[in-house]
């Protein structure tokens, strides 16, 4: 079973940047991919990005793209979402989550992010 931590979410002012971080335990082979997802009051949980632990391949939602970075550790077990030039509308609970046989299986308790204007 896959066990996930997020750190590093907090209060900053729009334009400013955080890091996210997230570090797995108990990961398998059939743990392919980590993906960040975020969820605002009262809307929908949305993808933000993933990366492969293989590969490092990535996607990223069209609202992040040029502005968020995922990467990864391999050694640690540990994803990161660099987040730049933030947006009040990026303020949300964001999540990491671990892929397993084709599916998000596995989910951390979130680290809030809220951006001022």
């Known amino acids: 079973q896959v066990q996930l931590a997020e750190s590093g979410g907090g209060l900053v002012q729009a334009g400013g940047s955080l890091r996210l971080s997230c570090a797995a335990s108990?990961?398998?082979?059939?743990?392919?991919?980590m993906g960040w997802f975020r969820q605002a009051p009262d809307k929908e949980r949305e993808f933000v990005a993933h990366i492969t632990w293989g590969g490092g391949e990535t996607a990223y939602a069209d609202s992040v793209k040029g502005r968020f970075t995922i990467s990864r550790d391999t050694a640690k077990n540990t994803v990161y979402l660099q987040m730049n030039s933030l947006k009040p509308e990026d303020t949300a609970v964001y999540y990491c989550a671990a892929r397993v046989g084709g599916q998000y299986a596995y989910r951390g308790q979130g680290t809030r992010v809220t951006v001022s204007s």
């Open positions: 108990g990961r398998t082979f059939s743990n392919d991919r």
